[in-house]
C-alpha cells in the first residue's frame, strides 16, 4: 500500500515530487526508444471544449481537481518503434474514494462514439484559440487562412468486470483543401487508467496514420496503434513506477 504523507501539507509538497520521480524514462523501456523533445507538466492547467478536452468535455486535469485531487502531472512523450508516442500521467488523490470517482467521470465524459466536430483556422503561427498550425516549413503561402475540419470520436469501457481499471480509445481525424488538395491524418491514442488505492496511473500509446495529400506521404511512417501496443507500454512502465511510488 502507499504510503501516505503525515498531513496535509506533506501530501501536497511531497507528492509533486513523489510523481515527478515515479514517471518512467527511456531506461525503463529499453532498446527502441528515445526521449521527446516535450518537458514533463506538472500541475497541469484545468480546460474543457472541443479540442481540449476528449469529446469536448473537461480535460484530465478539470477532472481531477473535481475530484479534489492532492497532486497530479502528465509526463513528457517517449519516441518508440514507428514513431509512437508513450506516456504516463500520475494522479494522486485523497483517498480511493475520490480516486475512483476520478475514473468514473473520465468514463463519462471521454465517451462520444457518434463523434464530435470543430474547426480551426490554418495559422502557422497560432496565437488565437481558434489557430493551428498542421504543417511544417514551407507550407505557408498555400495553405494559410485555410479551414481545418476536426472530427473526433471516442469510446470508453472498464475493463476486467470491475471499475478501477479504464480503457479509452480515441480518433481524431482532420483535414485541410488548399490548391485541390486535401490533407488529412488521423491520430489515434489508446489510454489505460488503472487505480491503485488512491493512486491512478494513466498509460498512453498515439501513433498518426493515413496520412493524405502530404509531399512524399508514402513514405511516411504510419503507425495505428493497438490494444497489444498499449498493454507492452504499460508492462514496461507500470513495475517501474510502482517501485518508485512505494506500493507494496
Known amino acids: ?33 528515445s526521449e521527446s523533445d516535450g518537458t514533463t507538466i506538472v500541475d497541469p492547467e484545468g480546460a474543457e471544449g472541443l479540442g481540449v478536452g476528449t469529446c469536448g468535455g473537461p480535460n484530465g486535469a478539470s477532472r481531477a481537481r473535481t475530484n479534489s485531487a492532492a497532486a497530479f502531472m502528465q509526463g513528457a512523450n517517449q519516441i518508440g518503434p514507428d514513431e509512437r508516442r508513450g506516456g504516463t500521467s500520475i494522479y494522486a488523490f485523497p483517498d480511493e474514494v475520490s480516486a475512483r470517482a476520478f475514473i468514473d467521470l473520465t468514463a463519462e465524459t471521454t465517451n462520444c462514439p457518434d463523434g464530435v466536430t470543430w474547426e480551426r483556422v490554418q495559422k502557422s503561427n497560432p496565437v488565437a484559440p481558434n489557430e493551428f498550425n498542421g504543417f511544417g516549413a514551407g507550407f505557408e503561402d498555400i495553405t494559410e487562412n485555410e479551414i481545418w475540419n476536426f472530427t473526433e470520436k471516442a469510446n470508453s469501457t472498464y475493463a476486467d468486470g470491475g471499475t478501477d481499471v479504464l480503457l479509452m480509445m480515441l480518433d481524431r481525424s482532420r483535414g485541410l483543401t488548399a490548391v485541390n488538395i486535401t490533407f488529412s491524418p488521423v491520430d489515434t491514442t489508446l489510454l489505460r487508467y488503472d487505480r491503485y488505492d488512491n493512486i491512478v496511473i494513466a498509460t498512453t500509446i498515439t501513433g498518426v496514420w493515413d496520412q493524405k495529400g502530404y509531399v512524399g506521404a508514402a513514405d511516411l511512417v504510419n503507425f495505428e496503434p493497438t490494444a497489444d501496443d498499449l498493454d507492452q507500454y504499460t508492462a514496461l512502465v507500470r513495475p517501474g513506477v510502482l517501485e518508485r511510488l512505494g506500493w507494496e
Open 1 to 33: 500500500m502507499l504510503r501516505p504523507p503525515r498531513h496535509t501539507v506533506s501530501l501536497f509538497i511531497v507528492g509533486f515530487a513523489l510523481l515527478l520521480a515515479a514517471l518512467p524514462t527511456v531506461a525503463d523501456l529499453g532498446e527502441g526508444w
